[in-house]
């Protein structure tokens, strides 16, 4: 007979957004054994960090003296939520009362996009946590030191940087016209592909990696480009986006914009299922329509908010429902960026974006059906980056982009209240 386990709560799955919806628990009033975290992922993945800031939830210590069980490296392949189970492979079933779908998203794999040679050794995804460990393991050994990196998106961002700041030799290479294209206008991006340039990055634009050059112990050796050229690799990092997690609940879940549909609290359409982190499509209050957010901030917050409204709910209260300002950031080489809100509409440049400036600060708002619906700054102070944030969440009207790109000369130039300078200029 099958082994049956059972909780108030089931966290279930790997993404960041689990350890901090166990901290929220923790926060709120949680007696021991009521809580549970079901995950693929060995022990350290879960306690390293996820599960709170400081301190706190560095190990699997802190989830012991909350009461929390651990239910690690178990694959769970099968849920059914009219009966509240989740049944792993070793036969075990775990009932619930409560569950928070925190899957976060998978890789989007080379064999799904056509590559050839995909099982080549030193290919390691970007959003993998165990091939992060490997890839650790291989740079500590590996006498050439030339990567190859496939995407230009936030994590590909990021790891060039952190390479070459390490002494590797890094190429970029991407479809896209332009380094992160869903995120930065042309105009910000021509600053980051010139400052990386001056820093030894190659970047290659507009092109695709079709495939893989190995030798006799089956180790990549080179890239191909749709071009026809070749890139000398002795590793390749892919950061070719993900794909939420969402198999397990398709057909008992409303799914839209390929996660699950949740309301302003992270409530799915089954009335004891949340969803929080990567796998939640959620609506976006400020833009009145549904969105998904892959982000750490995003995941926090998340999890924080699902678990308030879980616990208020049980005693009857109410709180405010989920009110999200986009929020993407980065720190790359002595670089420091900070963008808020919404990047469509058009955009309007400010400051100083030449990438040789010894010390260049800029930055874009974008203005959509005369508001200001986002900003982005670069360089900026704290009370700067605020002041950006509060346009982004405000959304003021903007009668001219030419006072409007004198506004943001003025944030970034003047010692006086930032508030001030937003009002005064009437944007």
Not at 61 to 88: C, P, V
Not at 119 to 147: C, G, H, P, S, W
Not at 340 to 363: E, I, T
Request: proline content about 2%.
């Amino acid at each position: 007979m099958a082994e049956e386990k059972s909780f108030k709560y089931v966290i279930f799955g790997a993404d960041i957004s689990a350890g901090y919806a166990a901290r929220e628990f923790a926060r709120q009033g949680l007696k021991h054994g009521e809580l549970a975290i079901i995950s693929n992922e060995p022990a350290n993945y879960i306690c390293g960090g996820p599960g709170g800031t400081g301190e706190e939830s560095k190990s699997h210590q802190w989830y012991k003296d909350k009461g929390i069980e651990l239910i690690l490296s178990t694959e769970i392949i099968k849920a059914d939520l009219s009966t509240k189970s989740l049944f792993s492979t070793d036969g075990t079933i775990f009932k619930y009362q409560t569950l928070i779908v925190a899957t976060g998203s998978t890789c989007v794999r080379l064999s799904e996009c056509g590559f050839q040679d995909t099982n080549a050794k030193n290919i390691f995804y970007l959003r993998d946590i165990k091939d992060a460990d490997q890839l650790a393991l291989t740079m500590e050994t590996k006498k050439k030191r030339t990567v190859v990196v496939i995407g230009g998106g936030y994590r590909g961002f990021e790891v060039s940087a952190s390479l070459t700041v390490n002494n590797y030799e890094v190429t970029m290479v991407f479809p896209e016209p332009w380094i992160m294209h869903w995120l930065f206008s042309a105009e910000i991006a021509s600053f980051y592909e010139g400052y990386y340039a001056n820093k030894g990055i190659k970047i290659i634009k507009s092109t695709k990696a079709t495939g893989f050059s190995t030798n006799s112990n089956g180790e990549v050796t080179e890239v191909k480009l749709d071009d026809g050229r070749t890139l000398e690799a002795d590793v390749v990092l892919l950061d070719g986006g993900g794909r939420p997690m969402t198999s397990l609940f398709r057909g008992q879940v409303v799914e839209e914009k390929g996660g699950l549909k949740t309301d302003g609290f992270f409530k799915t359409s089954v009335s004891n299922v949340y969803a929080i982190g990567d796998v939640a499509t959620f609506p976006m209050k400020l833009y009145g329509d549904m969105r998904r957010v892959e982000h750490v901030n995003h995941a926090f917050k998340s999890a924080e908010h699902a678990v308030k409204a879980i616990k208020a709910a049980e005693e009857g209260r109410s709180i405010q429902e989920y009110d999200y300002l986009p929020f993407y950031n980065s720190r790359a080489f002595d670089l420091s960026w900070q963008f808020y809100g919404d990047n469509v509409g058009q955009s309007v440049l400010f400051g100083d974006n030449d990438p040789k400036s010894p010390k260049a600060k800029f930055g874009t708002y974008w203005v959509k059906d005369g508001k200001v619906v986002g900003a982005f700054l670069e360089g900026g102070v704290v009370e700067e980056n605020n002041a950006i944030a509060r346009v982004a969440r405000t959304q003021p009207s903007v009668g001219s982009l030419e006072v409007l790109s004198n506004v943001g000369e003025l944030l970034i130039g003047s010692r006086v209240d930032r508030n001030r300078v937003l009002v005064s200029c009437h944007i």
